[in-house]
């Protein structure tokens, strides 16, 4: 990313709870304040983001936001939340199936991993520590 701020991670519980595979980590909300936003439903993470949006379109600056979410049933509406940040900075992170084809948004990032190619995630511990804000 060229943004050298730390960027704001947006999810739900059940979708953080899916990346961290049942491990618990010891955190604290101050710990993460500003830069990771949990919500339970879908519902509330789309709210947050469309009211993100505005803020940031009524000339407010924000960091890169990274949001991580599996589409399932949802994604007229994850397609609609993505297309209402048109032109502003956010990365869509889509656990599983998206119809709507290569063309639309999002992009794949790169080639999915292969048995070859092997991904290592760093630990969720190192992981939330990076989301802390200095100080």
Do not use: C
Request: hydrophobic share 35%; glycine share 6%; aromatic share 6%.
């Amino acid at each position: 990313m060229e943004d050298e701020r730390l960027p704001d991670v947006v999810t739900t519980r059940h979708d953080l709870n899916l990346i961290l595979r049942g491990n618990q980590l010891a955190i604290t909300d101050d710990a993460v304040a500003g830069r990771l936003s949990v919500f339970d439903t879908l519902e509330d993470s789309i709210e947050h983001l469309e009211a993100k949006a505005d803020h940031i379109r009524s000339g407010h600056t924000a960091p890169t936001t990274i949001w991580i979410t599996a589409p399932g049933e949802n994604t007229d509406v994850i397609h609609q939340t993505i297309d209402y940040w048109t032109g502003l900075d956010l990365i869509a992170l889509l656990r599983g199936h998206w119809p709507h084809g290569p063309n639309r948004r999002p992009h794949l990032a790169h080639w999915p991993t292969t048995i070859t190619h092997a991904f290592s995630p760093q630990p969720p511990q190192d992981a939330f520590s990076a989301l802390q804000s200095p100080g």
